[in-house]
């Protein structure tokens, strides 16, 4: 599934490596730093897949030389970049811990580590992009980064995701084996389909940097629309979440109104959000709602000024 440059992969059989020449470049447990594992061990999370709902991924735990235990890379293109810029999310909610670049230190690129609670976290590495950052809470199905290739200066390899779960910091005892929707993996690989879910998106995500949320509304249980300012600039912003046919094109509209102004609406077929929308409404009452399914909210004019 994974390549490694053919320096590396000549190295390997030099020293007589029987692994396969694509494994990942080995940790240092001494540069994970920002542990915040508590002393009680509470039970662990619901871990679903660490990719949107529908998707199906194949894993591998057995055909890396790095790797000490339990972890597992992640792939489903049929070419070696196929997967680079999916999308990589939450396996269950908590607190990021870890969002950066750790490729000259341990080889894993950029790196997420999320803390949830009673000793327990998640690692998810090599990503090309990190969409969080250091302190930010996140749900379960939450979108955080992209797949990616980052790794050690001069590793050559192709995409993919290392995800690993710890409970506790005696490494490498405390890597765990992973478990999807209840069911533990069935190592060394298996082909599976994620179950997480949730929408990958926050409203934050969809409107953009300093966006805060101010107001939301439910629709039903088919979503929930949001409206959002920005200090910074004094937008507003409205985007419509679906929770609902994830990744399927339906019916979905987010707008905004200022008062003695014009609305702005997207509306149409979308597999996750609509929107954003964005209005200057300085001194001004906004009018804002949408709609995703059956349901639909419509705001009066409020949040003035």
């Known amino acids: 599934m994974r390549l490694i440059g053919a320096t590396i992969l000549t190295l390997l059989l030099s020293l007589g490596s029987a692994t396969a020449a694509y ?66 999310v939450a396996a269950a909610g908590g607190t990021v811990v870890i969002a950066t670049n750790q490729g000259s230190v341990n080889g894993y690129g950029n790196l997420i580590k999320i803390d949830h609670g009673g000793g327990w976290t998640s690692y998810y590495a090599h990503l090309q992009t990190m969409r969080v950052s250091i302190g930010q809470t996140v749900s379960q199905g939450q979108l955080i980064g992209n797949v990616g290739n980052t790794s050690k200066p001069g590793n050559n390899i192709s995409p993919h995701l290392h995800y690993e779960v710890r409970l506790g910091t005696n490494y490498p005892a405390n890597i765990q084996k992973a478990v999807f929707d209840g069911v533990t993996y069935g190592y060394p690989d298996q082909t599976l389909t994620s179950h997480n879910c949730g929408n990958p998106y926050s409203p934050e995500q969809v409107c953009g940097t300093g966006y ?84 639909s909210y419509d705001s009066p004019f409020e949040h003035c000024g």
């Open 23 to 88: 494994a990942d470049p080995q940790p240092d447990p001494t540069a994970d730093s920002a542990t915040s594992d508590s002393a009680e061990t509470l039970a662990a999370p619901a871990f679903q897949m660490p990719f949107p709902c529908g998707q199906t991924w194949t894993g591998d735990s057995d055909d890396s030389s790095a790797h000490q235990s339990w972890e597992i890379d992640w792939n489903r293109g049929s070419t070696p970049d196929a997967d680079l810029g999916d999308p990589v």
């Open 212 to 295: 805060k949320v101010i107001d939301s509304a439910a629709l039903g249980s088919d979503g929930a629309v949001y409206l959002l300012y920005n200090s910074g600039n004094g937008n507003n912003c409205v985007t419509t979440l679906k929770s609902k046919s994830l990744g399927t094109a339906t019916a979905t509209t987010a707008y905004l109104e200022p008062q003695g102004g014009s609305r702005v609406t997207d509306s149409g077929n979308f597999g996750y959000y609509a929107g954003p929308v964005y209005v200057n409404a300085p001194g001004k009452c906004v009018k804002w709602g949408g709609k995703a399914g059956a349901s």
